[in-house]
Nanobody, 125 residues
């Protein structure tokens, strides 16, 4: 099982990036998928998740209205579209997957089993 996060980079404030979480060894449609980030000097925080139950999604308050999570079944990939990026969004972003339902029931960012490596997002002011 492998999750590959990609799409990070350097962007100016107000810009956009789309992160990808591609999977091998598992079918992401059968997993809850979460995006997390760790900013310099801060603890890891949950950003967004998407459930296996009706693809219900959830967003941290800090990104609500700016970020969108979506599945692409054909590509076995989950995307995180990030718009109106701000310097506070600078972090290493990680994707994670779990076969248990979490995002629908409120366990949004708890105890994901599989993790990808991070992709760095840097937002300049």
């Amino acid at each position: 099982v492998q999750l590959q996060a990609s799409g990070g980079g350097l962007v100016e404030a107000g810009g956009s990036l789309r992160l990808s979480c591609a999977a091998s060894g598992l079918v992401l449609d059968s997993y809850d998928v979460g995006w997390f980030r760790r900013a310099p000097g801060k603890e890891r925080e949950g950003v967004s998740c998407i459930s296996i139950v009706y693809s219900v999604d959830h967003y941290a308050d800090s990104v609500k209205g700016r970020f969108t999570i979506a599945r692409d079944s054909a590509e076995n990939t989950v995307y995180l579209q990030m718009n109106s990026l701000q310097p506070d969004d600078t972090a290493v972003y990680y994707c994670a997957a779990d076969p248990d339902e979490k995002c629908f029931s409120g366990r949004y960012f708890r105890d994901y089993e599989y993790w990808g490596q991070g992709t760095l997002v840097t937002v300049s002011s």
